[in-house]
């Protein structure tokens, strides 16, 4: 086994994980954002098919809900009328952003309701529309308050961005398996521990990044504000 | 296009694997529980050494994706096994280990990691004062904790056990990757006998889904239950 030439061929492959992973958060972000609105606001029928979406993305295995978008999508693209174009970069993109969103949107309703309900009435008291309220009264505190269970999110999304190979994308664990087999299979362990390092390098950065924006945000809030007793969900997602 | 005559006939192969995929997450949900809770006393009584290997331990388990460490385990631990059997002189071929052995380990390892967390957390809402109280009392420590401690933290544990049994149930799917067959592996065989993927696929989700439903059922039921008590 030659790392000199292992470590840059895994890295070529490093940018196809950071777009899926990339794009995953923002759709996900999105998509959690509308899904929380719609099950605090509870609007009859549509929050109950939220709630449905939300347990399908946290009981559902990654792999499964991958697997699901892969042969599900293109009967979608067809029944829609189109040609299939779905390939299996996209069906990851999807399934992951699918995943992200629900799992993402259990960190934000525990968030804004975790805001004192005090807060709101303040707010109201004073004319605030609501838009207004929640982007400047609510929001900052909910981001304060929900940004270490971001945290955890986005490090597990990273996790599994690595099950995107079974479905047949070329990301840094498949190219990791063309290299273990063009060795004849002799350095498996030694690969998947150079495989560890590269991903807990990949987590470590995040948890900087996400560390940062904490304690910059902590800067806005008052005392009282702070002392609220946040419980993180530390749990992990597959 | 999507097939409804193959449902039942998928329901009726994937649901044999629902035993063994339960027996399996017990297994897990109770080692890693008391893997876990070593963990957290070592952390909670502030042990020197052992405290700072424990958060060596979970800071390497929470940055590596658990497919990662499953197939670490599963190309690591038959050598080291081996290894550490022949140093006092047991002949074992380690190799011959069944997988799903390889898999319960790795779990157990991944998610004991999460588990000391739960029950740290668990631990450090207890109310000290109480502690004080059973003290003046002349409880032991002994007896504190059985009679004091052990009945609230459990109790304040149920909802995240309840999260993590669930984990343990989607992290089983991954073992389809050293061929362990559980519900996931299973529908992948399924469907590879009748080319009905997607067909397989919904059954595994509606199975996943109704048994996170019932988990959740049962845990509510006993933590209403043990609150009204204590």
Redesign the interface.
Known sequence: MDLSTMIPELFSALPLTLVITFTAMSVGFCLALIATTLRVRRVPVISQFVDLYV??A???????QL??AF??LP?LVILFGFQDFITATMAAMVGLSLYHGGYLSEVMRPAYLAVERGQHDAADSLGYSFRQKMFRIVGPQAIHIGLPGYGNSI?YL???V??VM?IGAADV?ATAHLIMERDYNQF??ET??V??VI??LM??IAWLIIRFFELRFAVHLSKEATSIPL?T?????? | ??ETDVLLQDLREILGAVPVTLAMALAIFVFSTIIGSLFAFIEYRRVPVLRELVIAYKV?F????????I??AY??LPPALQFLLSLVGIDFNAHLTPNWVILVIAITG??AA?QS??IK?ALNSFDTGQADAAHSLGYTSSQLFRRVMFPQVVVAAIP?LT??M??IM??L??G??IEVVEI?AQ??LTAALNFY??EA??I??VI??V???IVTQIADRTERALRIRS
């Open positions: 347990s399908y946290r009981s559902v295995p990654v792999v499964l697997f699901v042969y599900g009967l490090i990273i996790h599994n690595a099950l079974y664990m498996q362990f998947y521990l495989l560890a991903y807990s987590c470590l419980k969900a530390a749990f992990a997602s597959v | 296009m999507f390497a929470k940055g590596v994706p658990m497919v990662i460490v197939f670490l190309f690591g991944c998610i999460f967390e739960i957390g995240d999260t993590s669930m984990v989607k992290a799917s991954l389809f990757a996931f529908s992948q993927y997607l696929f919904v595994a989700v996943y889904m048994i996170a439903y």
